[in-house]
């Protein structure tokens, strides 16, 4: 669907979910590249983060796309709670292709 305006604190958190994800990209991953993609539907907005990283371990048993030191401290266990007290999914996770998806799907 085409971009729409959406309720204020699904459009922060919409923001917020993906600057989480391409943070943990940048500082975690080790991928070439990174796709973001938002799609506006009826109901929704869903919002999905790939990169194609390396097998998920940025250094010595620190898994990536979690809060980091030094890191904002939201990580994916935030974006979970955020997503789930606007009644929305969140899923996160290896691709089997290789690299990481961060999808969540918003009420708007």
């Given amino acids: 669907g085409e971009q ?3 309720p204020p604190e699904i459009e922060l958190s919409a923001f ?3 600057q989480e994800s ?3 990209v940048v500082r975690h991953s080790g991928a070439r590249t990174c796709r973001v993609a938002v799609g506006y539907e009826p109901e929704e907005v869903t ?3 790939v990169d194609d990283g390396d097998d998920g371990l940025a250094g010595p048993g620190r898994p990536r796309h979690s809060t980091a030191p030094g890191g904002s401290g939201y990580g ?3 974006m979970r709670e955020r997503v789930t007290l ?3 999914q969140f899923s996160a996770g290896r691709r089997p292709e290789g690299g990481f ?3 969540a799907r918003l009420p708007a």
């Fill in 47 to 49: 919002i999905e983060v």
């Fill in 86 to 88: 606007l009644s929305g």
């Fill in 4 to 6: 729409r305006p959406l």
């Fill in 101 to 103: 998806r961060v999808t």
């Fill in 22 to 24: 391409v943070t943990n």
């Fill in 16 to 18: 917020r979910i993906i």
């Fill in 76 to 78: 994916l266990l935030g």
